[in-house]
């Protein structure tokens, strides 16, 4: 029985890290790669980090229903491709996902049996400092992501599971815990 994960909190609370760590450790989890309109960073691939979409191909996938979910953040747009999703399924694997809080809420309507897995920075001003320091982003970018932080934070208590990630070696122990129980919770149903 194959098993969908999203993993979802605020831009800069080190949710890639996590899933990278996540998938060394349980390597049969697939990993549904996003689309995003931002344009790449250094060292990104399209068709490994994201599938790198203008605007007008996102909005023209948007219309022929080829997302699963799909969300504005911080003045770009994000969303999981449903074909993506679809064939990791179909080969019978576990997926996980990481997409944004909007994103979260419209698969736990379309796909309520996903586990969501929030994760929360040890504080505010980590969070800060995190997406400061990873330079990837311009101040205008890191002010927009820190304000949709906000009330992202303030959502947490909607998620199955809610990790903070202040210590990562336990941080991932712990997301290890979660997807491990729901896998071997899945293989005795079956």
């Known amino acids: 029985m194959a098993r969908v994960f999203v993993i979802t909190g605020p831009s800069g609370v080190g949710k890639g890290t996590l899933i990278r760590r996540l998938r060394e450790t349980l390597p049969e989890l697939r990993l549904s790669v996003s689309a995003t309109t931002r344009p790449p960073r250094e060292g990104e691939e399209h068709g490994r980090d994201y599938w790198f979409l203008d605007d007008a191909e996102f909005a023209r996938r948007v219309g022929e229903g080829d997302f699963v979910e799909h969300a504005e953040y911080a003045g770009r747009r994000y969303g999981t491709l ?103 919770g899945a293989a005795a149903q079956a």
């Open 82 to 184: 449903r074909e993506e999703l679809d064939r990791h399924l179909g080969e019978g694997a576990p997926v996980v996902l990481e997409i944004e809080v909007q994103g979260a809420r419209q698969i736990r309507e379309t796909m309520p049996e996903a586990v969501q897995v929030f994760v929360v920075p040890p504080s505010f001003e980590v969070l800060q400092q995190r997406l400061e320091t990873r330079g990837t982003d311009g101040a205008d970018t890191i002010a927009r992501r820190l304000e949709v932080s906000r009330t992202e934070l303030e959502s947490q208590h909607e998620f199955d599971h809610r990790i903070v990630n202040d210590d990562l070696e336990a941080t991932v122990d712990e997301l290890v815990g979660i997807v491990r129980a729901q896998l071997d």
